[in-house]
């Protein structure tokens, strides 16, 4: 999901959960879960929302807890540094 929205951070809610092909509940769960954990935020504009990645943490997997968000998102996206 953080791919997704690296890539396009005004996406809507509904594109984000056809993208990772699931609900759009689903979705809106694991945004609120990204946010809460600190790598996202939301900021609204009228009734559109951007995602705004907090790229400065690691990931919170144990196996991968040493490996930098940032690190991941360039490797899938081609300018997700610039952000």
Same mark, same amino acid.
């Given at each position: 999901m953080l791919i997704v929205v %690296?890539?396009?951070p005004a996406i809507r809610l509904r594109y984000i959960a056809a993208a990772?092909?699931?609900t759009e509940r689903t979705a809106q769960n694991i945004v609120h879960d990204l946010?809460? %954990?600190g790598y996202m935020r939301r900021e609204r504009n009228g009734r559109r929302s951007r995602y705004i990645l907090c790229m400065g943490g690691t990931l919170?997997? =144990?196996a991968a807890a040493s $490996? =930098? $968000?940032r690190g991941v998102l360039e490797l899938?996206? =081609?300018h997700a540094g610039e952000r």
């Open positions: %690296a890539r396009d990772c092909h699931i946010e809460q %954990a919170r997997h =144990p $490996v =930098p $968000v899938f996206t =081609p």
